[in-house]
């Protein structure tokens, strides 16, 4: 008897009703949520070095092996390009093609945390499903522009100036078409449930948006039908301000400068590069705002 009168309050305790405590939800709460998603996306490409070092292959390629091949041809052929190396002329697109597939590939970790359970656990958190879109899309850029960062480094061997500005301006560029890239990855992914849906979807989309977006040839006197399909193709106002960029700082004619950047036109008028970035950035806002409500309705 003594034995379980000493026992029982411990008994007692033992099954007892152990109360949790659940932060409720709020600002607070969801900036930390965003804080979170974006250091995820960071340790994840910090430790990833075989995705860092295949991601820097296929623009290097395109600017070195291309690049110098096509400017050969030009000077062979006694073509208009002058003064002008073709290698310059397209690593504004390389950069914008470098940002692109990383961005997308960002994305797509998406899809292999629904396929791992780990993206359920993260939307049954005491947090907004907003919050954990926006730090997935920010992380996303933000690991886009650090690769594009890389290829930036190698602007002297495109024969583009190490002007800081420059490249300050570059880098601020290629994050905002990163944030359109990876909120138009996250909408895709809200729905996809399989790793090789989603890179077939994201394979079909970007190679028509890379070759349409004037990343490799000027868009002047293009046919109209290409014309228009160019006008329509969101990533062609992310590459644009990146030349324009580029050619301000480069000492070329007017014929030059009118032959290699040329500008988007509507019409014959001239869009703003200012424009140009206000749209990129707000098809990232309308993009990521579309991912949230899928994100929403999701199970």
Same mark, same amino acid.
């Given at each position: 008897?003594?034995?379980? $009168? ?25 900036? =930390? ?10 340790? =994840? ?11 820097? +292959? ?15 041809? !030009? ?13 310059? #002329? +397209? ?7 470098? @940002?692109?597939?990383?961005?997308? *590939?960002?994305?797509? %970790? ?11 656990? !993260? ?5 907004? =499903? ?12 933000? @690991? ?25 301006? &570059?880098?601020?560029?290629? *994050? ?22 989603? #890179? ?14 004037? $990343? ?15 006008? *329509? ?9 990146? =030349? ?8 070329? %004619? ?24 206000? +749209?990129? *950035? ?5 993009? &990521? ?5 899928? #994100?929403?309705?999701?199970?």
């Amino acid at each position: 008897m003594a034995t379980t $009168a000493e026992t029982a309050p411990s008994d007692k305790a033992a099954t007892g009703v152990v109360r949790v405590r659940v932060p409720e939800r709020g600002l607070r709460q969801d900036l =930390r949520a965003v804080k979170i998603v974006l250091h995820r996306e960071l340790i =994840r490409f910090w430790r990833d070095k075989l995705r860092m070092v295949s991601g820097l +292959i296929q623009p290097v390629l395109w600017l070195l092996v291309m690049g110098t091949g096509l400017s050969n041809l !030009m000077a062979s052929g006694g073509g208009v390009a002058g003064t002008v190396d073709l290698k310059t #002329f +397209i690593f504004p697109g390389v950069c914008a093609m470098s @940002v692109m597939f990383t961005a997308m *590939f960002s994305a797509g %970790s998406i899809v292999w945390d629904r396929e791992f359970g780990f993206l359920r656990e !993260m939307l049954v958190a005491p947090v907004s =499903r907003s919050a954990i879109v926006v730090g997935k899309c920010i992380g996303g850029a933000l @690991v886009a522009t650090l690769q594009g960062a890389v290829i930036v480094l190698l602007a002297g061997l495109a024969g583009v100036p190490y002007d800081p500005l420059l490249l300050l301006e &570059m880098l601020g560029l290629m *994050f905002i078409g990163a944030f359109a890239l990876t909120g138009f990855g996250v909408m895709m992914a809200a729905r996809i449930t399989s790793m090789q849906s989603f #890179f077939g979807l994201m394979q079909m989309a970007m190679m028509p948006m890379m070759f349409l977006s004037g $990343a490799l040839y000027p868009l002047g006197g293009l046919p109209a039908w290409l014309t228009v399909l160019t006008r *329509f193709n969101p990533l062609t106002y992310a590459v644009d301000p990146l =030349r324009h960029a580029v050619f301000s700082h480069l000492d070329v %004619s007017p014929q030059l400068m009118a032959t290699f950047d040329p500008g988007v036109t509507w019409g014959g008028w001239v869009v703003p590069v200012w424009l140009e970035v206000v +749209i990129v *950035f707000g098809m990232g806002v309308g993009l &990521m705002g579309v991912a949230i409500l899928e #994100f929403r309705r999701a199970d």
